[in-house]
């Protein structure tokens, strides 16, 4: 069974912490993906990767960094978290390809920055 | 500039009535249309998908969509909603070209509650 893990559920933090979300994939998927879900935004792409020690930008990079060591593990870095930091933070993965291939989803992480 | 629009935050519907979830995206390039169900305290499941050929999409559940590229929208619809349908559904497109890696935009959500 495809399976995407997530370190923990929920976690809180304080102000200027460095926080590390961590993800794993059983699917041996190239590409895998950081999402950050708010309320009435949806879901917004954070960073991505396709590659071991391969990594992109994706549309809401900023105060965020990322780590892929090994193809099953990509990490989401808060080098130093802040109050508006405070979100639902899923990630995906998917094969790599020229053609779309299903991304699926971690349970999610709920953090709250205090 | 490409974008994905789901026109209803919120959809309350009583069991066993149809329902549609409407979703409009913005492009001059080719797309992927994609729907996404998340249950609660789930991540999300992919629902449907369009990728070519018949614009009638059937997915899981009992839901289907269609894609109608002129007034670009993807509208998703079940014909009879269950109390287990309640859940939030998001729209997703790929946009074709470049080099995106499979990068999905996603609408905003909209969150369907089934009364009984």
């Known amino acids: 069974d495809v399976k995407v893990t997530q370190s923990s559920r929920y976690l809180v933090k304080r102000t200027g912490e460095k926080v590390f979300l961590e993800c794993v994939q059983d699917?041996?998927?190239?590409?895998m993906f950081w999402y950050r879900q708010d309320p009435g935004l949806g879901l917004r792409l954070i960073y991505f990767s396709y590659d071991v020690k391969m990594k992109e930008k994706g549309d809401i990079p900023e105060g965020y960094s990322v780590s892929r060591e090994k193809k099953e593990r990509f990490s989401l870095i808060l080098e130093s978290a802040s109050t508006n930091q405070t979100s639902m933070y899923l990630c995906?993965?998917?094969?790599?390809?020229?053609?779309?291939?299903?991304?699926?989803f971690g349970p999610g992480t709920r953090l709250t920055v205090l | 500039a490409q974008s994905v629009t789901q026109l209803d935050s919120q959809v309350p519907v009583f069991e066993e009535a149809p329902v549609e979830l409407r979703c409009n995206y913005s492009s001059s390039v080719s797309v992927y249309l994609f729907w996404y169900v998340q249950y609660p305290n789930q991540g999300l499941q992919l629902l449907l998908k369009y990728l070519s050929g018949s614009t009638l999409v059937k997915g899981i559940n009992g839901f289907e969509a269609e894609f109608n590229k002129s007034q670009t929208s993807f509208h998703l619809r079940k014909p009879s909603v269950h109390i287990s349908d309640t859940a939030e559904y998001f729209c997703a497109v790929r946009f074709a070209g470049g080099t995106s890696y499979g990068k999905l935009t996603f609408g905003q959500g909209t969150i369907l509650t089934v009364h009984p």
């Open positions: 699917m041996d998927h190239e590409n």
């Open positions: 995906a993965s998917s094969f790599g390809g020229p053609t779309f291939n299903e991304q699926f």
